[in-house]
Structures are given as C-alpha cells and as structure tokens.
C-alpha cells in the first residue's frame, strides 16, 4: 500500500480539534470521509501532531495509507473537492508518494506556533478569531522581561 504526506491548512473555528471526537467535527474525520468518497476505502489519518478546539493550521502533516499508487495532485485535487463540498475550511496543499518508513508524527524534526495579538483600541473587521485582541495598552519592556524567564 502506498503511503501520502499530506500537507494540510485549515480554519479550525468550525472544529472541535483535529482528532476525532465521538459527538462534535475533527479535522481528521473531515479529511477521511472526503479521502474516503474519493477512493472508496477507509481510511485512518496520522498527523505530525494534534491541534484543540478552534486552532488554525498553515502546514499539518499527516499520513495516510492508500491501496492504489494515484498522482499526488489527483488525491489533493479530489479530496479538496470533497471538502469543498462538504463545506470543510480545509485543504490539502500538497499530496505525496513517500517512503513506507515515513512517519507524520516520529519523521516530524519540529514544530512551530505562531500567536497574534492585536493591540489596538478597535476591535479587527477580518481578523476575528485569528488574532488575541487587546485593546488596552501593552508593556512591551514588561513583557520582554518576563519572556527571559521562557527562553
């Protein structure tokens, strides 16, 4: 069986985190099912790591297993199809044939998090639930200070 990397983006706002959860949306169960109307198989995903409820990602990697050796943009350009249709705000950028040993989660050399703020007295028209608003003044020195402690 062939195994995709599968580089992911997504809106995590309509998402209760990405693995699946019994009664509530994952974007795990979305990419399945859409995988699996695609090819006619079920399948399970494995992702370099997971996300909670209404967390954003610019590059997930997952894996996953297919019985057919398809085009890597034939498998991104069908399964974005069937989450687009479902109205899931995620996308494969890129599907890849890798090497059998490749793992999503233990081949994964690391991992990055990005957290906005928004420091300003009006609230933002496009950025809602993408950026931590704070309207009231930031101490910048404070908060340099305080980092010391984390790095």
């Known amino acids: 069986m062939p195994r995709f990397r599968l580089d992911i983006e997504y809106d995590g706002s309509q998402f209760a985190g990405w693995q699946h959860q019994a009664d509530q949306p994952s974007v795990q169960q ?3 099912q859409a995988v699996a109307k695609f090819c006619g198989e079920e399948v399970r995903l494995r992702a370099a790591g997971r996300t909670d409820a209404g967390v954003h990602a610019t590059a997930q990697v997952a894996h996953v297993d297919l019985a057919k050796s398809w085009a890597g943009d034939k498998v991104r350009d069908a399964v974005n199809a069937h989450l687009q ?3 899931a705000r995620v996308a494969i950028l890129k599907a890849a044939i890798v090497a059998d ?6 081949s994964a050399t690391g991992r990055h998090y990005l957290y906005r703020i928004l420091n300003r007295r009006a609230p933002s ?27």
């Open 125 to 151: 028209a496009l950025e809602k639930g993408k950026v931590w608003w704070v309207p009231k003044r930031l101490d910048a020195e404070a908060m340099h200070e305080a980092a010391k402690v984390l790095l």
């Open 30 to 32: 979305a990419i399945e």
């Open 85 to 87: 249709a479902a109205g």
């Open 101 to 106: 040993g490749f793992d999503a989660r233990f």
